[in-house]
């Protein structure tokens, strides 16, 4: 249930209602839309059906949510959340494009695509140091190694960093390195890391499970929510189809959809959503023309001997294009691309 006070509404009312909530068992939370205050309450609304919340003075209006999802509902906060990570801002009409490798391998070549990157106008790098493999056998990441890694070679190129979360046992571990902790497709309905996300003051990517609704996908982001961190940033990735021609099919539907149902950044991975090199520069092209605020994307400077994914890495000099494109769409569509 979401409670819009009146714009003049004082203080004392405001709490005395969000006390009143929390009495009933609700767990609450604030937020302000055009000089607003809004209380979202999520519990059992049934208990409500008898209290006179809206006779309270300072409340303008009620409204029940019947969704499942509710704090990252476009219903509870109406307009789009702007996560502001060290000046770089994710939402809100900007194109941020994340970039880097699959999985960090070595320190050459982490600090060789950060330089590629940066300078074609990628502000996040990326790149997995502890990587979910379907094959035990295979590379499994560098470990601490890598984080110091993608570190030094983000700061060096005064970029942020992205990096993925497995294991709950790993969160300080990454804390202490990253700047958005990504959750990968694998792990979407990991409740127990789910939750413990909630406690941390780092944003988190949350990338669509492989056979996961849209629907699920906000619940899971709602879990994060729920538990009190609401930097949450959604990635479209490929969802597992009929189709083989292609690793994924990436749903360039769910951009425009995921962003009607919630206030939150929509961004897009053509990398996994395809899994094919001559499909990056198109649908990245096509991810930003439908709305997305932003891309993550896979570079290699030899994708034939990456340790991961190297089918679906392009190369830096790809990479350029790539950007150069963007730009054009983005401008075209009256956004902007950040590239500094
Ligand atoms: C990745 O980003 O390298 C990755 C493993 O992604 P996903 O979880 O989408 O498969
Ligand atoms: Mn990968």
Do not use: W
């Not at 509870?76 to 770089?88: C, L």
């Not at 053509?270 to 930003?288: E, F, N, W």
């Amino acid at each position: 249930m979401i409670i819009v006070f009146k714009k003049d509404a004082a203080k004392a009312d405001i709490d005395h209602v969000q006390n009143r909530l929390e009495q009933f068992g609700f767990k609450t939370s604030m937020s302000e839309t055009n000089g607003r205050a809004i209380l979202g309450a999520i519990g059992d609304e049934r208990i409500l059906r008898e209290k006179p919340l809206f006779a309270m003075p300072g409340v303008e209006k009620v409204v029940p949510i019947s969704k499942p999802y509710k704090l990252v509902s476009s219903d509870f906060k109406k307009t789009e959340t702007v996560i502001d990570i060290k000046g770089v801002k994710i939402g809100g009409g900007n194109v941020v494009v994340m970039a880097g490798p699959c999985s960090v391998e070595n320190r050459d070549m982490l600090m060789y695509l950060a330089e590629r990157t940066s300078k074609a106008g990628a502000r996040i790098l990326r790149g997995g140091a502890f990587k979910p493999r379907t094959s035990p056998y295979a590379f499994q990441g560098l470990g601490e190694e890598g984080l110091k890694y993608l570190r030094e070679a983000a700061d060096a190129h005064n970029m942020l960093v992205i990096t993925e979360l497995m294991d709950p046992r790993d969160m300080d571990l990454i804390c202490k390195y990253t700047d958005i902790i990504q959750i990968g497709a694998r792990n979407m309905q990991n409740f127990r890391l789910l939750k413990d996300l909630g406690t941390v003051r780092k944003p988190v990517m949350l990338k669509r499970g492989l056979a996961a609704t849209m629907k699920e996908l906000l619940m899971a982001a709602e879990y994060v929510a729920a538990g009190g961190n609401d930097d949450i940033i959604l990635c479209e990735r490929g969802i597992r189809t009929f189709e083989t021609e292609t690793r994924n099919t990436l749903d360039l539907s769910a951009i425009p959809v995921l962003k009607s149902m919630s206030h939150l950044p929509v961004v897009a991975d053509p990398s996994h959503g395809t899994g094919r090199r001559d499909c990056i520069l198109p649908m990245s092209q096509a991810a930003v023309a439908a709305g997305a605020d932003g891309l993550i994307v896979e570079v290699h400077q030899c994708p034939e001997e990456a340790l991961s994914d190297g089918d679906q890495s392009i190369l830096p000099d790809d990479f350029d294009v790539l950007m150069k494109r963007l730009n054009i769409i983005a401008e075209t569509i009256g956004r902007k691309l950040t590239t500094a």
